[in-house]
């Protein structure tokens, strides 16, 4: 081995200029070829990190934003179940609303049911899972009992009207609650 080498050293020296800047042209070459792979591959990795980055940002917005608009349809419901159930506080005022004699805002509240339906629940946050469903449930349940009730009022007795008045405050402090789960589930994707 060691006379390879000195015949290398020696084949080396014999080298003319020329034949000197052939090689490090291309030693040069191959060294650049490396770096421009090494750099492709550095910013193709740094490009979809950032396309990652942007793409996580983007559901954690979408997330939030729809646990907002969660948050504000579960607030209005709340407030239009509250004005019914004041509008229909009594068993004549059922019976004034049934008859068309006051008006009662059943088709904002039928709005806002359809609205919550339409929530595909798949694209809702995994912790809003849950109430957004006891939301849908609790407005439909409201919508339909107040319905029935307008409906068949006069087949009515006294018990059925206490069992209406009685639901309807349960209802009442159902969405409350629901109100307050999402607001603290809204803050919590918030950080």
Same mark, same amino acid.
């Given at each position: 081995?060691?006379? /390879? ?23 040069? %070459? ?92 798949? %694209? /809702? ?11 849908? %449930? ?49 803050? %919590?994707?918030?950080?």
């Amino acid at each position: 081995m060691p006379g /390879v080498t000195h015949e290398c050293i020696m084949l080396l020296l014999k080298l003319t200029s020329a034949e000197w800047a052939a090689w490090v042209q291309a030693i040069g %070459s191959v060294v650049a070829i490396f770096a421009a792979a090494y750099i492709a591959r550095h910013q193709s990795r740094l490009q979809h990190r950032s396309a990652l980055d942007l793409h996580m940002t983007e559901l954690r917005t979408a997330r939030v934003d729809m646990a907002k608009t969660l948050s504000v349809l579960a607030a209005n419901a709340s407030k239009v179940m509250q004005h019914i159930a004041g509008q229909l506080n009594d068993r004549e005022s059922v019976y004034r609303a049934a008859e068309g004699f006051i008006h009662c805002d059943l088709g904002e509240l039928r709005r806002i049911d359809t609205y919550l339906n339409g929530i595909p629940i798949h %694209s /809702v946050p995994y912790s809003l899972v849950t109430i957004t469903m006891t939301l849908g %449930s609790t407005v439909r349940q409201f919508k339909e009992k107040v319905e029935t009730t307008l409906r068949l009022h006069r087949q009515m007795n006294e018990s059925m009207f206490d069992d209406f008045f009685r639901s309807t405050d349960e209802m009442n402090a159902s969405i409350e609650a629901t109100c307050c789960d999402i607001e603290a589930a809204v803050k %919590s994707l918030n950080t």
